[in-house]
């Protein structure tokens, strides 16, 4: 039987396998947690014929769970989703990620941060399967959660408690009886030991009581911690997207995960908040380069969050928010764009247009055209930036309803009628279109368009460029804006 084992990120995810015959685990690579993971995830166990994984699950120090858990928890109640059928255990994964960065370290090879995600995924696939047992029947996920801080015992158990707990007080007492006979003219120091043994008794069964009350109040925790978890949502921003179509989305998110048959439902956002939401301040280093009035349009980095039924709107931004600073710091965004003679507003400007004009092969020669004609003081003519001036202006094309007037629309986003760059970005790009900026690729091109097969085309003269659409751009060169 093979097994898959998986660390769980919010932005990677490490993966590893094993085969329960050899049990030995090994590395398989990392995923990115960017909406794209599920059918790699298929694909990884349709080629190893399984659908048993194992989870890592993180916990605090003190052994408690924490929002990462739940995170982890979310997550595989997707994945068994995605994968009717699929058998899904936890494995203790504490101080992984530090291990695995050791063993590399001691490799004395380069490697990335995704190749502490896939070590880290093998240490938890190893440290499950010198455990397990193939013969025997799977546990059920609960039978295979560990009996740790943060994991309680059901009313049953609780009842098997008080019932333990009684005959170890009438154990107790039935003790004292016996023990009185032979003691009856016994005394330490003056007091008789009849008293000294009542004491011990009334210590006895008041440890007892105080045991029961801590688990009583322990299961009380648990069940509201169940109730948050049972409550809990994703929302993803997917590359391209822009404020209008994260507002609609907010507007059809469902805070109650599903659960239209449990009680205190949850409200859905209204388009108050969600107003309010994007007009608020956040307190984050990276968005004080933008000029002033700037929306947070192409500052939500897209990918998949998890979010309890109580989440804010606010909340909500503010992941996306933090995950676009850590991408900013990780890859140096800023002094790469600076090497462009760009600044961080600019690159991400100039990504968001890079995104909506091409596909993840041709971002980097896309930025290049766009930068050359930048610094040649030429109009850039992307008709996308036009598009998104009419989506600000006139959403419902009611006004703009041909094309030649359209693109003649008097906007600070229209890169057809005025030169350098829009006013600020048009989508939110993704990882491929912010590093494409970054790091341009070495062509000389100046024109380029995308081809009624999909495919895009590239000139350097207008000359070619017009060539180009008379071949290869007959409809979609003329679809309406």
């Keep these: 039987m093979r097994i898959i084992g998986l660390d769980v990120g919010e932005r990677r995810i490490g993966v590893s396998k094993v085969d329960s015959s050899t049990r030995i685990a090994v590395p398989v690579g990392f995923l990115l947690a960017d909406g794209s993971e599920w059918q790699e995830i298929r694909k990884i166990a349709n080629l190893n014929n399984t659908n048993f994984f194992v989870l890592g699950l993180p916990r605090s120090n003190e052994g408690n769970e924490t929002k990462q858990t739940l995170y982890v928890r979310g997550f595989a109640r997707t994945l068994a989703k995605m994968i009717p059928g699929a058998k899904i255990r936890f494995q203790d994964e504490s101080l992984t990620s530090v291990e695995a960065e050791s063993r590399l370290k001691a490799r004395k090879k380069k490697y990335e941060k995704g190749d502490i995600d896939a070590e880290?995924?093998?240490?938890?696939?190893?440290?499950?399967?010198?455990?397990?047992?193939?013969?025997?029947?799977?546990?059920?996920?609960?039978?295979?959660?560990?009996?740790?801080?943060?994991?309680?015992?059901?009313?049953?158990?609780?009842?098997?408690?008080?019932?333990?707990?009684?005959?170890?007080?009438?154990?107790?007492?039935?003790?004292?009886?016996?023990?009185?006979?032979?003691?009856?003219?016994?005394?330490?120091?003056?007091?008789?030991?009849?008293?000294?043994?009542?004491?011990?008794?009334?210590?006895?069964?008041?440890?007892?009581?105080?045991?029961?009350?801590?688990?009583?109040?322990?299961?009380?925790?648990?069940?509201?911690?169940?109730?948050?978890?049972?409550?809990?949502?994703?929302?993803?921003?997917?590359?391209?997207?822009?404020?209008?179509?994260?507002?609609?989305?907010?507007?059809?998110?469902?805070?109650?995960?599903?659960?239209?048959?449990?009680?205190?439902?949850?409200e859905n956002y209204t388009s108050e908040e969600i107003e309010a939401a994007f007009n608020a301040s956040y307190d984050f280093e990276f968005l004080k380069s933008r000029p002033e009035g700037a929306s947070l349009e192409g500052y939500l980095f897209p990918e998949t969050h998890n979010f309890y039924a109580t989440a804010t709107v606010e909340d909500i931004l503010k992941a996306f928010l933090d995950s676009m600073g850590k991408v900013i710091s990780d890859n140096d965004l800023e002094e790469k764009y600076r090497e462009q003679g760009l600044s961080l507003h600019e690159g991400i400007t100039l990504a968001s247009m890079v995104q909506k004009e091409s596909t993840p092969t041709d971002m980097a020669t896309v930025a290049q055209v766009f930068l050359t004609r930048l610094d040649y003081g030429w109009r850039l003519g992307s008709d996308v930036t036009v598009s998104y001036a009419l989506d600000v202006l006139d959403p419902n094309r009611e006004i703009y309803t041909d094309n030649a007037v359209a693109l003649r629309v008097d906007s600070c986003y229209n890169t057809r009628l005025y030169n350098g760059l829009p006013c600020g970005p048009i989508s939110n790009p993704g990882l491929n279109a912010l590093l494409a900026v970054g790091s341009p690729s070495d062509t000389a091109y100046l024109y380029f368009l995308t081809g009624d097969d999909g495919l895009m085309y590239y000139g350097y003269t207008e000359a070619e460029h017009f060539q180009n659409i008379r071949k290869y751009c007959q409809v979609l060169c003329n679809t309406s804006l």
């Design 120 to 266: 880290a995924a093998t240490i938890i696939l190893q440290d499950f399967i010198e455990n397990f047992k193939e013969e025997a029947p799977l546990p059920s996920p609960e039978e295979s959660r560990e009996a740790k801080p943060g994991i309680w015992p059901s009313n049953e158990g609780l009842e098997t408690l008080q019932s333990v707990a009684k005959k170890e007080k009438n154990k107790v007492v039935l003790e004292a009886k016996k023990t009185k006979k032979k003691l009856k003219k016994w005394t330490l120091f003056g007091i008789p030991a009849i008293i000294i043994v009542l004491g011990l008794i009334g210590v006895t069964v008041a440890l007892k009581w105080r045991d029961y009350n801590r688990w009583q109040y322990e299961q009380w925790v648990a069940e509201q911690e169940a109730q948050m978890v049972a409550k809990t949502f994703n929302f993803t921003i997917r590359p391209g997207e822009t404020i209008f179509d994260i507002k609609k989305n907010l507007l059809r998110v469902d805070r109650n995960g599903g659960g239209e048959d449990t009680e205190d439902l949850v």
